[in-house]
């Protein structure tokens, strides 16, 4: 069982790893700043750099679904992007 909870713990911070290499250059590639960008889709910079910098240990749907909309992309979008970003062969069933 610990060995599976490693797993999942070791899965979901390269997933936060990969989110935040998206975040980022999206974000960069808007030419805004993180303050600005936050605002515009109603999250704290906090969160915002959180995300950004891979320092949070989860993000919920609601705040992945914002981070889209403030980087003008649906969703679906933006987890595609981390998908490939991760790899064909990224999965938390071990």
């Given at each position: 069982?610990?060995?599976m909870q490693?797993h999942?713990?070791k899965c979901?911070r390269?997933?936060?790893e990969?989110l935040?290499k998206?975040?980022h250059?999206?974000r960069?590639?808007t030419?805004?700043s993180?303050?600005?960008?936050?605002?515009?889709?109603?999250?704290s910079k906090?969160?915002?750099?959180e995300?950004?910098?891979s320092?949070?240990?989860?993000?919920s749907f609601?705040?992945?679904w914002?981070?889209?909309?403030?980087?003008n992309?649906?969703?679906?979008?933006?987890?595609?992007?981390v998908?490939?970003e991760l790899g064909?062969?990224?999965?938390?069933?071990?």
């Amino acid at each position: 069982m610990k060995i599976m909870q490693e797993h999942i713990d070791k899965c979901k911070r390269e997933m936060i790893e990969a989110l935040s290499k998206v975040v980022h250059s999206k974000r960069i590639a808007t030419n805004k700043s993180m303050y600005a960008i936050s605002a515009e889709c109603g999250l704290s910079k906090s969160t915002w750099r959180e995300a950004e910098l891979s320092s949070c240990k989860n993000i919920s749907f609601s705040t992945l679904w914002q981070i889209a909309e403030g980087l003008n992309m649906k969703p679906s979008e933006l987890v595609a992007l981390v998908e490939k970003e991760l790899g064909s062969s990224f999965s938390f069933i071990d």
